[in-house]
């Protein structure tokens, strides 16, 4: 059984006007199946409103399903009595760093979370080191968030998630706002937490290089889950890609622009390194 | 006609002990109907410098003039340079309040003077423009995802008609085929009416593919200001810096370390594979 198990999941979004009338419904989710391994690193991409955060959203159970179900580590978030486990296996982090921020020293903003779910005092603080060690940011611990880069500041969100020992971490365009080193920053450190602590990642992007070496990537559209599969098979498939509004990595369309030229190059290259071997072998 | 910056510097919070210096003795000269892009790190003073040129923002010394005219000069209309320079915001979330999104598309329009009707139908034209989803028209702001408020911003702005618009990360969060939309639509705006464009990006891909000139900013001030091949010649130096080159660029000059005579500064999609077969032929 997977840390997560979306079965034919739906969310539903009442708009209502002044009076509290319903004047629209939106299906923001629309029967998603979902089957998560935990350890596994999954992308998740689709065009802006196909329900990628709607979805997240219910991971850590910020929103409840309007039907169909959604077990995180085996729990039925709709179950009012899993909240508090749910919030502890599954952490977010999201797009603009500065929301997220909110004591004055970085240590106790990581501290926050795990005072939040009833840690005791001593084991917040080795907890706090831990998380702060593991992202890179311990020299840091006593500065003032607000100094921080970008991406510093999406490294100490995400070691305030980290700090609550989640089994999983969802990440919803965390690189939005970032420089080229701080995409690169957030994205390896991503990748660390998932090989040498085994967390479950969920990363959702609209950069298509940020998700090359995910063991599945999943395309939305519309609320449905469209397409699946390895970042290899799915960056072979340029058209249906663009299709869906979405694209593939710089290399990836000049490999294939070269390919469609009349060139020997093979589908799915996704490096420059591969690109490389491919044009001078 | 042009956007001039004569020595400007500026230091939030002065006098708190807190000081932090953005920007450093800035001269730029900015010519009418430019293609504009402002890149650097986070904290490198792009923001700061861009709510300079709609006078969102006073220099603590130096000064800017607009077309000739100093805007720090008492009688300045500094209300009117507001809307003549238009600013879409880095985080849509700051300039969304109104009810509807169509309410807030129309209020710039209504604050410049326009009646009920005419600034109704700018707010439809930009809308459309934007390509925001109709359904949505009446919601909330608060109600939409994040490339829905992104639209919705750079609507509000582009109603204005302003002569000059300057967008800071207007990318950030629109999918990929939003951001070829939008940087299209700006690009279209630019050739066919002329107004000058500032844009500031994290995306060196977007900038090589859209602008003509590129602004690097370093500590306050610009260290780099040329054409995209000219800039990202320096690949190495805007590493250094927390940048990089797009992409392709990286391939050329692999190619060419490797003896290959492909010109290494190419910088995109389309000039790299122009290059890879004028080398490689038809292998
Ligand atoms: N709070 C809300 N109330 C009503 N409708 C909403 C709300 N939040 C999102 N929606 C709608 O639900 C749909 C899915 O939104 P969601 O935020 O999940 O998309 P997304 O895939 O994350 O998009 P983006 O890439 O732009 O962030 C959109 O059409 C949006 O307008
Ligand atoms: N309101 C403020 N008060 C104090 N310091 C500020 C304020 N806004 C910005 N700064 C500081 O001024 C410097 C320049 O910031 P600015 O926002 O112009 O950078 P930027 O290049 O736009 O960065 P980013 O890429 O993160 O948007 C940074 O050191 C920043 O911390
Ligand atoms: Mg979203
Ligand atoms: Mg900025």
């Given amino acids: ?281 | 006609m042009s956007l001039i910056l004569d020595h400007v510097s500026y230091t939030y919070s002065v006098g708190s002990g807190y000081e932090v210096k953005a920007l450093n003795d800035v001269n730029l000269k900015i010519e009418d109907g430019e293609f504009i892009g402002i890149i650097g790190h986070t904290g490198s003073g792009k923001s700061t410098l861009v709510q300079h040129l709609n006078g969102l923002i006073q220099a603590t010394s130096g000064t800017i003039y607009y077309n000739g005219a100093d805007i720090y000069d008492k009688d300045y209309d500094r209300k009117e340079l507001r809307t003549q320079v238009g600013m879409v915001f880095q985080y849509p979330e700051h300039q969304l309040f109104e009810t509807t999104v169509f309410e807030d598309v129309k209020y710039g329009p209504k604050n410049q003077g326009l009646d009920d009707k005419q600034a109704t139908l700018r707010a439809f034209e930009a809308l459309q423009k934007v390509k925001f989803p109709e359904e949505n028209y009446d919601a909330s702001p608060f109600e939409l995802s994040g490339g829905q408020k992104r639209r919705a911003a750079i609507a509000g702005v582009i109603a204005m008609k302003p002569a000059v618009l300057i967008l800071d990360e207007p990318t950030a969060g629109l999918d990929p085929k939003g951001r070829d939309e939008i940087l299209g639509l700006i690009r279209e705006m630019h050739d066919k009416s002329g107004i000058t464009i500032i844009l500031v990006s994290h995306s060196m891909e977007d900038v090589a593919n859209y602008v003509d000139r590129i602004i690097v900013m370093e500590k306050g001030a610009p260290l780099f200001d040329g054409a995209p091949r000219e800039v990202f010649a320096n690949y190495k130096k805007l590493e250094e810096i927390g940048l990089a080159a797009p992409q392709v660029t990286y391939l050329m000059h692999d190619l060419y370390d490797q003896g290959y005579p492909v010109d290494p500064q190419a910088t995109t999609v389309e000039e790299a594979k122009q290059e890879i077969l004028r080398v490689f032929g038809n292998r």
């Fill in chain 1, 1 to 281: 059984m997977g840390i997560i198990e979306a079965k034919d999941l739906v969310h539903e979004y009442y708009r209502r006007d002044e009076e509290g009338n319903v004047e629209s419904i939106e299906t923001a989710v629309d029967h998603v199946n979902l089957s998560v391994q935990p350890g596994q690193f999954i992308s998740i991409l689709g065009h802006n409103g196909s329900g990628k955060s709607t979805l997240a959203k219910h991971i850590n159970a910020l929103l409840l399903p309007t039907e169909g179900t959604l077990l995180v580590d085996g729990k039925d978030t709709s179950v009012e009595a899993n909240e508090l486990s749910i919030r502890k296996n599954a952490g977010m982090v999201f797009q603009n760093p500065d929301n997220q921020i909110i004591a004055s020293v970085v240590e106790e903003d990581v501290g926050f979370g795990p005072e939040n779910i009833g840690v005791p005092t001593e084991e917040i603080w080795t907890r706090v080191e831990k998380a702060l060690k593991s992202v890179g940011m311990w020299e840091y611990r006593t500065h003032s968030p607000n100094r921080l880069s970008g991406g510093q500041k999406q490294r100490v969100a995400i070691a305030g998630v980290m700090a609550m020992e989640p089994k999983c971490i969802i990440l919803d365009e965390p690189t939005a706002m970032l420089d080229p080193d701080g995409r690169k920053e957030v994205i390896k450190t991503a990748h660390e937490l998932n090989r040498t602590k085994g967390v479950t990642i969920i990363l959702i992007t609209h950069y298509m290089e940020e998700v090359v070496d995910s063991d599945y990537v999943y395309v939305m559209e519309k609320g449905s889950v469209v397409m699946k599969g390895t970042p290899r098979e799915i960056f072979s498939q340029v058209d249906a890609l663009k299709q869906y509004r979405l694209d593939v990595p710089q290399v990836t369309l000049l490999a294939d622009e070269l390919r469609k030229a009349g060139m020997d190059i093979p589908a799915g290259i996704l490096t420059r390194e591969e690109l490389l071997e491919a044009l001078c072998h």
